[in-house]
Nanobody
Framework: QVQLVESGGGLVQAGGSLRLSCAAS????????MAWYRQAPGKQRELVAS???????IVADSVKDRFTISRDNTKNTVYLQMNSLKPEDTAVYYC????????????????WGQGTQVTVSS
């Protein structure tokens, strides 16, 4: 089985920084895209940023110039560096990864972490 475990969330004042980590473990052959999503109370889950296996990134306009996504393929880990945090960044942040388990079949499945709470006070 595969597990994604997030860490690094917490309470921070506006203008502060946090770094989220998400480590994938288990029976993994390879990982394609990894991403961070967030869901605020009463709102739909939205993409924050994604990163391909080669390092190409997509970042939502709402966090561009403040958040940076990166990954360490040797550790099967994706990071989200969040700077200049705003109260509107308050949400549960979820890690997502497209993971191939089979050594024979080129099939990737989407896996989600359990989520980590980020709260930004004004």
């Amino acid at each position: 089985q595969v597990q994604l475990v997030e860490s690094g969330g917490g309470l921070v004042q506006a203008g502060g920084s946090l770094r989220l980590s998400c480590a994938a473990s288990g029976s993994i052959f390879s990982i394609d895209a990894m991403a961070w999503y967030r869901q605020a109370p009463g709102k739909q889950r939205e993409l924050v940023a994604s990163i391909g296996s080669g390092g190409s990134t997509i970042v939502a306009d709402s966090v561009k110039d403040r958040f940076t996504i990166s990954r360490d393929n040797t550790k099967n880990t994706v990071y989200l560096q969040m700077n200049s945090l705003k109260p509107e960044d308050t949400a549960v942040y979820y890690c997502n990864a497209a993971i191939r388990q089979s050594t024979s079949y080129n099939i990737y499945r989407s896996y989600w972490g359990q989520g980590t709470q980020v709260t930004v006070s004004s």
